[in-house]
C-alpha cells in the first residue's frame, strides 16, 4: 500500500522504508568497544610461562638457566629437539653430555653435528676454548652451521658437505674461518680458522636425511700462545722429502698450517701444494740447491 501526504500528494514509501533501515541500523552502532589489549597481554603470559617451562627441562645447570633470555631458550631447545631425533632415547648418541669437562679437554678441538640440512645438531661445551663464544652464544647466531661460518667460507664449506653426502663413508678435511667474540677478535686481530675433519654417518637404517648426520672434530689451524715467549710445537711443522721433493714423513702439527692430515701428504709432490704461479720460481730455486 502506498501512503500519499496530504498537502503535496506525494508518496511517502521512500522515506518510511528509509527510516525503517536507519531504526535497524542504530542499534548495531551503539554497541561498546572492545579493547584486544588484555587478550593480547594473556597470550604474552602464556607464551612466557611456556618458555619458562621449557627452559626449565633444558639439561644445564640452575645458574645458566637463569641468564637464559627467551631467545637463547629457544635455540637450546630447538637444538635439543633434533637432537632428540637423530638421537632416540633408545640410541646411545656418539656424544653428549656424558661428555664430562675432563675428557673434552684433552681434544685438539670441539666436536659438531650437524643435521643433513646442515642444521645445528650437537656443539661441545670445549668449543668456547677454541672460538671464544659459549654453545649458548653460538646459537644466538643462527641454527645452521653457515651462521657461525665467516661469510667468505659459506661457499666452499657447502662444496665439501655436499661431497661427503654424496660419498658417506669418505672422510672430507676442510679449513674454514668461524665466528669469534669481540674480546677473541681484539686479541688475536680477527676470527678463527678451523680445520673441520669429519664424515655422514647413517646412525640407524634405513639411512634416510632425518636419520645422517655430519659428525665432525673441529681444530684450531693456528694455536694463539698465552704469552709471546711461549712456542707450541704446533706453532710449526716439518716434512721430509725425497730429491724431488716428494713427502716421505710430515708431522702431524701439519693439519693446523695447511688444512692436510698426514696421511694425504705422504708421497704426494710439494709441487702439487704450490700456486702455479710460483711453480716455476720455486722450481728454479729447487735446482740450484
Known amino acids: 500500500m502506498t501512503i500519499f501526504c496530504s498537502h503535496c500528494h506525494r508518496p511517502l514509501q521512500a522515506e518510511m522504508s528509509y527510516l525503517t533501515r536507519r531504526d535497524k541500523q542504530a542499534p548495531s552502532a551503539s554497541k ?3 579493547s584486544t589489549k588484555n587478550a593480547s597481554k594473556a597470550r604474552r603470559d602464556q607464551i612466557n610461562v611456556e618458555l619458562r617451562a621449557l627452559r626449565s627441562l633444558l639439561p644445564i645447570s640452575a645458574r645458566e638457566k637463569e641468564r637464559l633470555s627467551y631467545l637463547h631458550t629457544m635455540a637450546l631447545v630447538c637444538l635439543q629437539l633434533r637432537g632428540a631425533q637423530l638421537f632416540p632415547p633408545d640410541l ?18 670441539f666436536l659438531l653435528v650437524l643435521s643433513a640440512s646442515s642444521k645445528l645438531v650437537y656443539i661441545s661445551e670445549n668449543v668456547a676454548q677454541v672460538l671464544g663464544l659459549s654453545v ?6 643462527g641454527d645452521t652451521v653457515f ?10 664449506v657447502h662444496k665439501k658437505l655436499l661431497l661427503a653426502q654424496e660419498h658417506p663413508s669418505k672422510e672430507v678435511t676442510f679449513v674454514c674461518e668461524m665466528r669469534t667474540s669481540k674480546a677473541f677478535r681484539l686479541r688475536h686481530g680477527g676470527n678463527q680458522a678451523v680445520a673441520v675433519r669429519g664424515r ?9 636425511p632425518s636419520t645422517t648426520a655430519f659428525l665432525a672434530l673441529c681444530t684450531p689451524v693456528a694455536q694463539f700462545p698465552v ?3 711461549f712456542c707450541s710445537q704446533d706453532d710449526l711443522f716439518q716434512s721430509t722429502h725425497i730429491l724431488d ?10 693439519t693446523y698450517h695447511l688444512g692436510y692430515h698426514r696421511e694425504e701428504l705422504i708421497g704426494q709432490s710439494w ?12 722450481a728454479a730455486q729447487h735446482r740450484a740447491v
Open 136 to 141: 649458548v652464544e653460538l646459537l644466538a647466531q
Open 200 to 208: 655422514f654417518t647413517a646412525l640407524r637404517w634405513p639411512a634416510t
Open 245 to 254: 721433493m716428494t713427502f716421505i714423513d710430515v708431522t702431524e702439527s701439519v
Open 147 to 156: 651462521d657461525i661460518l665467516d661469510g667468505g667460507s659459506h661457499k666452499d
Open 271 to 282: 709441487y702439487s701444494l704450490l700456486h702455479p704461479e710460483d711453480a716455476d720460481r720455486a
Open 32 to 34: 561498546p568497544f572492545r
Open 92 to 109: 646411545s648418541p656418539p656424544v653428549g653430555p656424558a661428555l664430562g669437562t675432563e675428557l673434552l679437554s684433552l681434544l685438539p678441538g
Open 227 to 229: 704469552s709471546g715467549n
